[in-house]
């Protein structure tokens, strides 16, 4: 009976590491793309899981219609939206780049 007891113990650990390693992260994976396509609306830029930049122009249903170049406009499924383009909201000189140098001194 001891046996019995502590191969039930390692079932029961196993499926606790299954479940908080493996089904735990995917189901949050997914929950936050779907709220992802759930938030694009037309004329936001969107990536597609292809790696294609374009602006969604029409949303159905099932699928977007994006323009991913003037006048060519695709039929994707709403799942093949990888990531949202936020747009860049400074519109000046970038800051990384190095400040010319006045006079130094002698």
Not at 4 to 27: I, T
Not at 66 to 77: D, F, N
Not at 85 to 94: A, I, K, M, Q
Request: proline share 6%; charged share 25%; hydrophobic share 40%.
């Amino acid at each position: 009976m001891q046996g019995l007891d502590s191969s039930l113990v390692f079932l029961v650990l196993v499926g606790a590491v299954f479940y908080f390693m493996l089904y735990r992260p995917n189901k949050k994976r997914i929950e936050q793309h779907r709220s992802l396509i759930a938030s694009v609306e037309e004329g936001d830029e969107v990536v597609t899981i292809g790696g294609l930049f374009g602006t969604v122009r029409a949303i159905t249903d099932d699928e977007f219609h994006l323009e991913i170049a003037p006048g060519t406009t695709i039929r994707l499924a709403k799942s093949a939206i990888a990531r949202r383009l936020e747009p860049d909201l400074e519109e000046g000189p970038d800051h990384d780049e190095a400040e010319p140098a006045g006079d130094v001194g002698p």
